[in-house]
């Protein structure tokens, strides 16, 4: 009897190769890498530089003022904060806070209104929105004034949050509706049949899938309003309201500054922007990047 052999082949099993050239190191890589580790060295060394000038003495500022310090001197933050600083620093708290919920209470109503419901003049405001990040504040700085004055308001807090808020308001609007457009309709509709109300389904349904968005949005806000010198030095006269870019003016004095003191302040002021966008950079990501294909 002749034997019945299987002819069937046999696979080797083993893992895909490799490709190593994606790997490799071109010219153009080099390149690339190369100009961003400059820029990142002229980013961050004025930072560094800041700091370093903050630990020094007011003699060795001027004496090595490239070098580091002899000896840090960190008493020079608690002398900071005491002469002012911690008033500044709250009052900034307080007025980006400030900031922060009133264009983003305004934005989201006019986001929710522009996308899902049509009315006559909704290209006209959508459109005015945009022309809002075109308008500089140097420009509008008189009539702003003016404008002031006549509702009463210099020398608060509202003489801050409230053109803090408009100048904020188109880049909030644009952004918040982009994210909006990009959450199917069909949540709108199934909260309609659950009985819900409009503001119910703005509160239930798209605030809670817009959080990536907002917190975008609110470090933009915040980034802003922390910085802003221009307003808070013109619109605020008094010390006690002032915040921490104009309060640094203090620092300085016709005839003697201590450099060491404004940059002790200067380091201080900046801390929580540089931490808030360290521990928010994924979600400052992620928001600007969901929903950018619609608009």
Known sequence: MKKVTCSVKKKKIGFPKFNSSRNQWTLGTVIILFFLLVYFVLVIYPLIWMILSSLKTEREFFRNIWGFPAEFQWENYSKAWSMGISDYFLNSVFVTACTIATTISIAVLAAFGLVLYDFKGKNLILLLGMGGMMFSAQVALIPLYRVIQNLRIHDTYWAMILPYT????????LLIRSYFLSIPREMYES??????????????????????????????????????????????DSRALKTI??????????????YALLFAGLTI????????????????????SSGAVKG
């Open 191 to 236: 909260g309609v049949i659950d009985g819900c109300s409009s503001l119910g389904i703005l509160y239930h349904i798209y605030l809670p899938m817009s959080k990536p968005i907002l917190l975008t949005v609110s470090i933009l806000i915040a980034y802003y309003s922390w910085n802003e010198f221009l307003f808070s030095i013109i619109f605020i």
């Open 269 to 288: 002021s900046a801390l929580p922007m540089v931490l808030l966008f360290i521990l928010m950079q994924k979600q400052f990501i992620r928001g600007l």
């Open 245 to 258: 870019p104009s309060g640094l003016m203090v620092f300085r004095d016709a005839l003697n500054t201590d």
């Open 166 to 173: 408009a100048f904020r308001m188109s880049i909030s609007l």
